[in-house]
């Protein structure tokens, strides 16, 4: 049973592009959604999260975009950049439970010179 | 670099051998996280510990088994493997318990079982 799908499983982009990755949750006990940023050869880092009291969260070029009567999260990159090249995994589980980390199967963004 | 450390960076075995995989977490992390990575399955979540204590499972099969020491250092230790066990194993670690804090992953050991 997967609790985090996430779409697309790839996605390629301009340079200067935006790039927009989403996730939709079924375990309405989440609270906690990060998401990671994955190079070849690399752990996961993590990104950036957001917890479902606000519906956006930004961090530079990066957004979280969270609606939480859809249960659903997308991550939005602005201005694209060839380094952002990488594979992103969301997540989601439950803070202060005994919920496990629950990973989306990833989406790997290949942004354009 | 996210502080987690983890040993060997590959590992190349055959079907029927035992490893063990060992991770340092954050310096003032208490718990530990194993996952593994493979292109099928994605990042599976295998097992947790607090502070020496087993807290969490998810889906580690009977093969593997995990600790954590009074040190806070973890080992995974995978015996009689498969071709299928082939894999990347991360280890992450967060300063609380089960769910609580975000997680930083080490870089992984590269198990190729042949």
């Known amino acids: 049973q997967q609790q985090v799908k996430q779409s697309p499983q790839s996605l390629i982009v301009q340079k200067g592009g935006i790039s927009i990755i989403n996730c939709a949750y079924e375990?309405?006990?989440?609270?906690?959604f990060p998401w990671y940023q994955q190079f070849p050869g690399k752990g996961p880092a993590l990104l950036i999260a957001i917890r479902p009291d606000v519906s956006e969260k930004k961090e530079g070029r990066f957004t979280i975009s969270f609606n939480k009567s859809a249960k659903q999260f997308s991550l939005h990159i602005m201005d694209s950049q060839p380094g952002d090249s990488a594979t992103y995994f969301c997540a989601a589980n439950s803070q202060g439970g005994s919920e496990k980390l629950v990973f989306g199967k990833g989406t790997k963004l290949t942004v354009n010179p | 670099d996210s502080g987690v450390t983890q040993t060997p960076k590959h590992l190349i075995t055959a079907t029927g051998q035992r490893v063990t995989l060992r991770c340092s977490p954050r310096?003032?992390?208490?718990?530990v996280y194993w996952y593994q990575q493979s292109l099928d399955q994605g990042l599976q979540f295998l097992i947790q510990y607090y502070n020496g204590e087993e807290r969490a499972k998810g889906n580690i099969l009977e093969r593997f088994s995990a600790q954590q020491f009074p040190d806070l250092h973890s080992e995974l230790n995978l015996s009689s493997l498969e071709l299928g066990d082939s894999a990347l194993y991360f280890c992450?670690?967060?300063?609380?318990?089960?769910?609580?804090?975000?997680?930083?992953f080490g870089p992984g050991t590269r198990l190729t079982v042949t």
């Open positions: 375990n309405t006990a989440f609270d906690y």
């Open positions: 310096s003032g992390d208490l718990s």
């Open positions: 992450a670690s967060s300063v609380g318990p089960a769910g609580v804090g975000e997680q930083y």
